[in-house]
């Protein structure tokens, strides 16, 4: 069983609704906003202020309907963090977009100059690290993965805040559709999430959320009950809260996801490029994308809240937390002695 210390659980308590759900917003991505900006400028780097620009705006335009902000410390925490709402939760990303990749496999790092004690420090509610994994990479790479998580939730629990994980399958060079992109791997195999979930899903890494892909390819959540018992079996062996990611699907798709994951017990969504890719298709028109932001994209976020709403599990009373859900302890005189600092 599990139960959250004070700092973690006030960090999961910021990051949800009254009700425990997390409707959560990702500004953090990198290479999906860089990218596209140095392709239209013809640049081969996206110049720090539109890359930060862009970012601003979806702070500005979707806060309002989240319950948290995902930022990154490169352009967005910078740029915007004088306009995040101080009452949404805020959770920090640490490691790098650019991950080392050979034969056997991917391997991630921190962001240089980057921990998660200056996100604590910062007074960040959260720390989120994105590792991709595959079970079947070679055995140096998928102990070099575990080694990586397992030291970052180490430091979440010295620092006493919580340690949202991200895993994503990827393709290997071997494969068929193997490209280096941050999109969602074609073709995916629904055991390697699965068997990557149960990997990290092991108390020695010390994860308080899951944010979890698609188990199957996002235009196969289809509504059937065969593709429902992948998803239940992914919310068991997650065995704590956990969210969906969009990993660049469609609204539409993502809706269905979603549909699954609640179904299955997610506690909710943290989410990105479903909410906002089409408007950023409209750069460099700035008022275009400030419209579709302030039009289309708030009404899809407010969609997939009010489904959260109605069929998200709360996080609180996940079935780790034992009959009595997440609650502060101990709830008496005795705190402040059993409370370790640093």
């Given at each position: 069983m599990m139960n959250p210390t004070p700092g973690k659980l006030w960090g999961l308590r910021r990051m949800a609704d009254q009700n425990g759900i997390f409707k959560m917003t990702a500004v953090d991505q990198r290479p999906p906003i860089k990218g596209p900006i140095a392709a239209q400028l013809g640049v081969e780097h996206a110049p720090w202020d539109q890359v930060a620009g862009f970012k601003g705006l979806l702070v500005e335009t979707l806060q309002a309907n989240s319950t948290a902000m995902l930022l990154d410390p490169h352009f967005a925490i910078p740029h915007s963090i004088d306009k995040v709402d101080p009452t949404k939760g805020l959770i920090v990303t640490l490691e790098d977009s650019?991950?080392?990749?050979?034969?056997?496999?991917?391997?991630?790092?921190?962001?240089?100059?980057?921990?998660?004690?200056?996100?604590?420090?910062?007074?960040?509610?959260a720390v989120k690290v994105l590792a991709w994994y595959r079970p079947d990479a070679a055995e140096r790479v998928c102990k070099a993965q575990q080694d990586y998580v397992k030291r970052l939730g180490e430091q979440?629990?010295?620092?006493?805040?919580?340690?949202?994980?991200?895993?994503?399958?990827?393709?290997?060079?071997?494969?068929?559709?193997?490209?280096?992109?941050?999109?969602?791997?074609?073709?995916?195999?629904?055991?390697?999430?699965?068997?990557?979930?149960?990997?990290?899903?092991?108390?020695?890494?010390?994860?308080?959320?899951?944010?979890?892909?698609?188990?199957?390819?996002?235009?196969?959540?289809?509504?059937?009950?065969?593709?429902?018992?992948?998803?239940?079996?992914?919310?068991?062996?997650a065995g704590r809260p956990w969210v969906m990611l969009s990993a660049g699907s469609g609204k539409a798709e993502f809706k269905n996801i979603l549909e699954h994951a609640f179904a299955a017990g997610a506690s909710g969504f943290l989410a990105g490029r479903a909410i906002w890719l089409d408007a950023f298709n409209?750069?460099?028109?700035?008022?275009?994308?400030?419209?579709?932001?302030?039009?289309?994209?708030?009404?899809?976020?407010?969609?997939?809240?009010?489904?959260?709403?109605?069929?998200?599990?709360?996080?609180?009373?996940?079935?780790?937390?034992?009959?009595?859900?997440?609650?502060f302890a101990p709830a008496d005189a005795s705190f402040r002695h059993q409370y370790e600092g640093f």
């Amino acid at each position: 069983m599990m139960n959250p210390t004070p700092g973690k659980l006030w960090g999961l308590r910021r990051m949800a609704d009254q009700n425990g759900i997390f409707k959560m917003t990702a500004v953090d991505q990198r290479p999906p906003i860089k990218g596209p900006i140095a392709a239209q400028l013809g640049v081969e780097h996206a110049p720090w202020d539109q890359v930060a620009g862009f970012k601003g705006l979806l702070v500005e335009t979707l806060q309002a309907n989240s319950t948290a902000m995902l930022l990154d410390p490169h352009f967005a925490i910078p740029h915007s963090i004088d306009k995040v709402d101080p009452t949404k939760g805020l959770i920090v990303t640490l490691e790098d977009s650019l991950f080392q990749e050979d034969e056997g496999g991917r391997t991630s790092a921190d962001i240089d100059d980057w921990s998660v004690e200056k996100i604590k420090r910062m007074g960040g509610d959260a720390v989120k690290v994105l590792a991709w994994y595959r079970p079947d990479a070679a055995e140096r790479v998928c102990k070099a993965q575990q080694d990586y998580v397992k030291r970052l939730g180490e430091q979440c629990a010295k620092y006493d805040i919580p340690f949202l994980f991200e895993l994503l399958v990827y393709p290997l060079a071997s494969d068929q559709h193997q490209t280096k992109e941050y999109v969602e791997m074609k073709g995916k195999n629904s055991d390697h999430v699965l068997q990557s979930v149960e990997e990290f899903a092991k108390p020695e890494y010390g994860i308080d959320v899951f944010k979890l892909e698609s188990p199957v390819n996002a235009e196969d959540a289809d509504g059937s009950a065969k593709t429902q018992a992948i998803f239940d079996e992914m919310g068991r062996l997650a065995g704590r809260p956990w969210v969906m990611l969009s990993a660049g699907s469609g609204k539409a798709e993502f809706k269905n996801i979603l549909e699954h994951a609640f179904a299955a017990g997610a506690s909710g969504f943290l989410a990105g490029r479903a909410i906002w890719l089409d408007a950023f298709n409209a750069y460099p028109n700035w008022d275009q994308i400030r419209k579709e932001l302030e039009t289309d994209a708030v009404a899809y976020l407010k969609d997939i809240g009010s489904l959260a709403d109605s069929q998200a599990k709360s996080w609180q009373t996940h079935k780790c937390y034992g009959a009595m859900g997440a609650h502060f302890a101990p709830a008496d005189a005795s705190f402040r002695h059993q409370y370790e600092g640093f």
